[in-house]
């Protein structure tokens, strides 16, 4: 039985620092299923992952780039499995040419998103931040907010996301407009909201939530002039969604009254975003990526990728795969 377990022995390279981090022992049940969990570094630097990569049979990897170099240093690799929804950091190509399939965690994270936008959405509209910065200086002046149920709340991305914001804010009971593409007006109405054109949602909506894909712009110059003064921005998408320097002066001239996000353009990089500007920050409020770091969502993530990988490792298909564009 001992010689067993070593002739299953896999190695699971992981590289989300919150795996296994919640309430469940993902650790423990790798174990159970004969493999091993290796830790590394979450930034994917080749340098230091090379050896680690080189003994690792599948691979969870975080938010870091997963490269056709990265998989040049895992030889022995048979999946890699994204711990979470966006696959933009994979070179999805080179891993259909190794035939290493790639999964990720749909709708693992979508509802504590949910709670985070409309979260950042209350918070921006009655300047919670900023009440509680000023108090802590002593100044307990009253700034007039407004309420969400009297809102026109534009929904850009209509996923698992959008819709779980459109189900909080029934509660509030604002009008709610979305947008999306790829999903017919039926379906939008049938998740609570009416269906729109995008140019017509930046023109009409009061506060405006982002749940689109990232690799495009979506709030230039252009978009901001077109929009209700005082309007409110929220994005827990991608950094790359909005242009910085135009929503800035967008804040400066009051076209937008607050800019909330969980994500700059560049995160980590991003001290320099104009929107860190002293002079804005009564207006401005910013997460550093906790929109997905509740124990429930660290635990669904967790357990959807390793059982992809689990699946995978056993001979299987994974639940999840994600193909080449």
């Known amino acids: 039985m001992v010689r067993r377990t070593a002739e299953l022995m896999g190695v699971i390279l992981v590289t989300s620092r919150s795996f296994s981090d919640g309430d469940l022992d993902l650790v423990g049940r790798a174990a159970q299923a004969g493999h091993r969990i290796l830790r590394g570094p979450a930034h994917h630097d080749l340098d230091e992952l090379r050896p680690l990569l080189h003994g690792a049979d599948a691979w969870i990897a975080g938010t870091g780039a997963v490269t056709d170099e990265h998989f040049d240093a895992g030889p022995r690799l048979k999946v890699i499995a994204r711990y979470g929804v966006g696959t933009e950091a994979v070179d999805l190509e080179a891993a259909r040419r190794r035939g290493i399939p790639v999964t990720n965690t749909p709708g693992a994270n979508a509802d504590a998103v949910a709670d985070h936008a409309t979260g950042l959405m209350l918070a921006a509209l009655r300047s919670v931040p900023d009440g509680d910065r000023r108090v802590r200086e002593g100044d307990w002046s009253v700034r007039r907010g407004r309420e969400l149920g009297a809102a026109v709340v534009g929904i850009v991305g209509f996923g698992r996301i959008g819709q779980g914001v459109a189900r909080r804010l029934s509660g509030f009971g604002p009008r709610v407009v979305a947008a999306d593409p790829f999903l017919s007006a039926d379906l939008i109405q049938a998740n609570g909201a ?132």
Not at 249 to 257: F, Y
Not at 271 to 289: E, K, Y
């Open 194 to 325: 009416e269906p729109i054109d995008l140019d017509e949602l930046f023109r009409v909506a009061d506060v405006i939530t982002l749940h689109a894909p990232g690799g495009q712009l979506l709030v230039d110059a252009g978009r901001l002039a077109h929009m209700r003064r005082g309007t409110v921005l929220v994005n827990t998408a991608r950094g790359d969604l909005v242009d910085e320097t135009a929503v800035a002066e967008a804040l400066r001239d009051g076209i937008l009254s607050a800019y909330a996000a969980d994500t700059l353009d560049g995160d980590t990089a991003a001290q320099a975003s104009p929107l860190l500007d002293p002079a804005l920050a009564d207006r401005v409020i910013v997460t550093p990526h906790l929109g997905a770091q509740t124990t429930q969502a660290v635990d669904n993530m967790g357990s959807i990728s390793l059982d992809d990988v689990l699946a995978v490792l056993r001979g299987a298909e994974p639940a999840h795969p994600v193909t080449a564009r």
